[in-house]
């Protein structure tokens, strides 16, 4: 028998479940507890069903230096098959699996895409989606507290308030440590010819800066979708919270999806709980599409070769599946400054450290990964530009997707590239991505990829994992793109200001210099994900290739949505919460409007 309870809560047992809710949301991620708190704003009923468990406020979690470190039982670890691009080598597809989704696992690093990454989903036949459309979702999503005077004046940042948030739940702030060699970066890249925008969060963001953190700027630990949109609402009567469960899949009455199954475990009895409203589907890039094809929404043909009764047949389900592919080049310096990356392994430095962060929240615990970064567009990083864009311009568009790859989802390929040819011509978004500011290595990351991959079902249980295809390099002019990165990190390492501290490349070493032996390099070293899985359950027209419409509901059914960076049709060419949190604040009005 199902009973109300008294209060609302974590519910760790599902006899105490309702037997109905206005809203099911399937994962208590970034953008599934996002919304869950703001639609049970109201006296609605809502439960958020998520398959990982809630953290014990490990150091790992909690502790900026600690990022990326988290216990492995809170991520998904999912192994490509081997592809093609980069000598066959698998990769692995990492996302959070832990109340708080990726953004409790994450690199915390918080910045925000340019102008033209937001107006080319609205050029995409997405009217509602462009800049100026989520920049208020951006503002409020966070509260932003700026950096001390004192912080401010010593690395140049600056920043302005109309563009910010001072009233929503992620805290975004500033670690009171970063290496000096952040600021020669900086300057080298003023003097590389790429500017230093005064505030990347109004949409300039082209250019280099040092970005916020996800990070509460009093207790100096991670901020993030747990504290922001769970720990501060768990006592609502109307909502709650069903953890270590899976939802294996949604149930439908024809094309209403009325709820969904869920069970603890592969070998557990699954049960239901219905959902008189929407089922809303936030389990992320990888597992969405998976969710949606074990219910019969997809590709007819994969859903028939499974026996899966078809509800909506969308070849978009799944499909356009990309990722930031990354690289990092290494290198020396004669003259490091102090302190360093180097001091990090001098043990008494450290243990000072751990002290100066335990007693004071200072220091070089308090700082995630590299918070500084240049996002150049493709004619600053190289004179190739306009003959890399013609090639682009004049290329079958089956480059890029795998093979026997639908027409709709060709033809959103298609509407896609013609958008990147123009707004690369223009000289708006960033191709390639320079994660910088301690020493001569640099993280270079492509974030335009022109490859595209795929994501689909190898069973129809979602306790098994979906069969993963980045798609990496699949397109040759990534490979392009990214020979032109290493050759302008090398022109970097030549400016006066990187020159002070005598840098010396490592890796690729400088005798790498022929084109063939410089894409040997990448193919053997690129890595596929930096765990940005993006764009597979499209917001686009279905005749090109879409999952969702523009208020975000799945093509060929009624009562179901989806929330999460699946519907990103094309990955910002930035790191993704920030966008991830706004999408997610936006939606809101939609669910307004429908109910
Ligand atoms: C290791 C790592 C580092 C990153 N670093 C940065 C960074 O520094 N800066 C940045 O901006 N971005 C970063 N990102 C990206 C960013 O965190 C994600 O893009 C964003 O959080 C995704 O949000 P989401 O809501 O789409 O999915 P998620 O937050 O991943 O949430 C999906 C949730 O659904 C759950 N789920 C999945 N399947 C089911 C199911 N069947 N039943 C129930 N629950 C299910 C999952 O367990 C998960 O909790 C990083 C991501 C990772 C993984």
New binding site residues.
């Given amino acids: 028998t199902h009973h109300a309870l008294p209060h609302a809560q974590v519910i760790g047992r599902d006899v105490q479940l309702l037997s109905s809710y206005e809203y099911v949301i399937?994962?208590?991620?970034?953008?599934?507890l996002t919304v869950a708190d703001r639609l049970s704003e109201d006296p609605l009923k809502v439960l958020v069903?998520?398959?990982?468990d809630l953290d014990h406020g490990e150091d790992e979690i909690l502790i900026p230096r600690y990022a990326?470190g988290a216990p492995r039982k809170y991520f998904y670890d999912i192994p490509s098959v081997p592809m093609p691009g980069l000598n066959n080598r698998s990769e692995l597809l990492?996302?959070?699996?832990?109340v708080g989704?990726?953004?409790a696992?994450?690199?915390?690093?918080?910045p925000r895409g340019a102008k033209s990454d937001y107006d080319l989903w609205r050029d995409l036949g997405n009217p509602g989606w462009g800049w100026r459309d989520l920049l208020p979702y951006f503002i409020k999503s966070e509260t932003f507290t700026p950096p001390p005077a004192s912080l401010a004046s010593k690395f140049n940042i600056t920043w302005d308030m109309r563009y910010h948030g001072t009233k929503g739940p992620v805290k975004s702030s500033y670690p009171p440590f970063l290496y000096p060699a952040v600021n020669v970066f900086l300057n080298a890249i003023r003097q590389f010819g790429s500017h230093v925008p005064y505030e990347h969060a109004s949409g300039d963001a082209l250019g280099a800066y040092w970005a916020p953190n996800t990070l509460d700027p009093v207790t100096r630990t991670r901020s993030y979708?747990r504290t922001a949109h769970y720990d501060t609402i768990k006592s609502r009567v109307n909502f709650h919270l069903l953890y270590n469960t899976?939802?294996t899949k949604i149930t439908f009455n024809g094309k209403t999806a009325t709820g969904v199954m869920y069970a603890s475990g592969p070998k557990a009895r699954s049960k239901s709980v219905s959902a008189s409203r929407e089922v809303i589907l936030?389990?992320?890039?990888p597992?969405t599409p998976q969710?949606l094809q074990i219910s019969g929404v997809g590709p007819r043909k994969l859903l028939e070769s499974f026996n899966i009764p078809v509800i909506s047949d969308l070849p978009g389900v799944g499909a356009n599946f990309h990722d930031h592919p990354y690289l990092f080049t290494a290198g020396t310096v004669a003259h490091d400054l102090n302190p360093s990356p180097s001091n990090t392994s001098n043990a008494t430095w450290m243990a000072e450290q751990l002290d100066l962060y335990r007693t004071k929240r200072d220091g070089v615990y308090t700082t995630s990964l590299g918070n500084t970064a240049a996002f150049l567009p493709l004619n600053e990083i190289t004179l190739l530009s306009t003959s890399i864009v013609n090639s682009l311009k004049s290329q079958d568009p089956v480059k890029a997707p795998p093979a026997e790859t639908d027409s709709t989802v060709l033809a959103g390929w298609k509407a896609q590239r013609d958008l990147i040819v123009k707004y690369t011509l223009e000289g708006k978004i960033a191709a390639g991505e320079f994660i910088g500011g301690s020493g001569a290595g640099m993280g270079l990351v492509l974030l335009k990829p022109l490859s595209r991959g795929s994501l689909t079902i190898k069973s129809t249980s979602?306790f098994d994992d979906p069969i993963v295809d980045f798609g990496t390099l699949r397109n040759p002019l990534d490979l392009d793109i990214l020979t032109e990165m290493i050759k302008a990190w090398r022109r970097m390492l030549l400016t006066p200001a990187m020159q002070s501290m005598g840098p010396a490349a490592t890796s690729p070493a400088d005798n790498v210099t022929s084109t063939a032996d410089i894409q040997a390099y990448i193919r053997a070293n690129l890595a596929a994900s930096l765990?940005?899985p993006t764009g597979s359950a499209p917001m686009l027209k279905k005749e090109l290739g879409g999952v969702v419409d523009t208020r975000l509901l799945v093509y060929g059914t009624r009562g179901l949505s989806i929330v999460?960076?699946s519907i990103l049709p094309i990955c910002p060419s930035t790191?993704?919460?920030?966008t991830?949190y706004a999408v997610a604040e936006k939606v809101l009005i939609f669910f307004v409007f429908r109910s």
Avoid: K, Y
């Fill in positions: 399937v994962g208590a991620g970034t953008a599934g069903i998520e398959t990982g990326l990492s996302v959070g699996r832990i989704g990726s953004s696992v994450n690199g915390m690093f918080m979708a899976t939802v936030a389990a992320g890039a597992h969710l979602a765990w940005h999460d960076a790191h993704i919460t920030s991830v």
